[in-house]
């Protein structure tokens, strides 16, 4: 390939950049696809292109899952009809613990709130739940299989509150939990997003069906940035509380995507509200061991998150916009020259970090774990170039080399 050849794939991937982040989203990928004629190799302009159409896939999905969600049973005994608060608890087929997730609600000392209990295509053991906890502050409603965010935008549907609290079935309120975000966000006198802190405890299920849980650990203690919202999540939905209609304004939760819906969410209404944290610990994020459909749960968590970054223009892949962009690019050709398929699993928050020998030394691990001991080792050695200093992808890289990538 000629020099000429090169710098023009290059000028068309970066225009294709510059298409999408200006939200002309034809323009993009078909800039990206020029940039592969000239250049079928050219790393940046495959890896662009796909999340492009990924992207694009989403919002499509997300209009479709929107029209085919339905309500198909709502319970509710003379319910608050202008409450506070409305506490939204997606469910489901958990009822043990949903019991006591809702325990924790009724229990507030701040007592002007409705709990929406979202059973999302689950057993009926979530309505008797509902029913043996006597409370009128307790609505119930049953949805078509939605996943979590079609659930959580059918409890903001269904929420007479003016602000919105948010709890998984699974975790826990301390009773000043919706006292404290009030009394915040109220005396704070801005249309904002405040947050609370978390204990984190750790959950074992027992042969006999009950759960153990640990001693609680000061796990999410973290002021806002901005910044670092745009590398990670860091505030979890529990510990939530804003007014309803931000959240409808900036189009509820994304749901074609099937992890990091909070994060996306809280991407959406920071470009747009302040976010405020408040440093006293009111609620239990209870970790347990996920459940989940799909046979490689990793895979499918990275690729949500470049989806989102794409989608919010985070970060696409230019040579005009990213330091040392000829090494990585050419790093990255040679691993998807062998493994197509690791553009999934390309964990882009670290180029936005500035970090791309962790972004290298992570999809090492990744191809490792897979069993792909070739495009692991470029890998690794991609990390080693960057990062000569980083012990870590040497001692990788040599286990690697002995049979082993040492990955847990």
Known sequence: MSKSDKIEADRLNDAAVESWKSGDEVKAISLANEALKINPKKSFAIINRYYFEECIKAKEMDSDCRRKRKIEKVCENNSPASPRVSVILPTYNRADLLAEALSSVLAQTMPDFEVLVVNDGGPQDAEEVCQRANDNRVRYALITHSGLSGALNAGLEMARGGYIAYLDDDDLYKPNHLAVLLDAIEKWGREGVVYSDADRVTGERKSDGNWTWSEPMLSYREDFSCEKLIRQNFILDLSVLHPRKIAL????????????????????????????????????????????????????????????????????????????????????????????????????????????????????????????????????????????????????????????????
């Not at 223009?313 to 005009?320: D, E, G, P």
């Open 249 to 408: 304004e900036v189009g509820g939760y994304h749901e074609g995507i099937s992890y990091g819906i909070n994060w996306e969410m809280w991407l959406k209404l920071s470009a747009k509200y302040p976010f405020k944290r408040i440093p006293t610990t009111t609620a239990i994020f209870r970790d347990m061991k996920a459940e989940t459909m799909s046979t490689d749960p990793q895979r499918c968590r990275q690729h949500s998150r470049n989806v989102i970054i794409y989608t919010h223009r985070l970060m696409a892949l230019s040579r005009a916009k990213l330091k040392t962009a000829s090494k990585i690019e050419n790093l990255l050709e040679s691993i998807l020259e062998i493994e197509p398929k690791a553009v999934e699993m390309i964990d882009i928050r670290e180029l936005i970090a500035g970090k791309p020998y962790a972004m290298f030394y992570k999809l090492g691990d990744y191809l490792a774990g897979s069993g792909n001991t070739n495009a692991a080792r470029r890998a690794y050695i991609a990390a080693i170039k960057l990062a000569p200093w980083e012990f870590k992808s040497v001692a990788r890289l040599i286990s690697l080399s002995f049979g082993s990538a040492g990955v847990e």
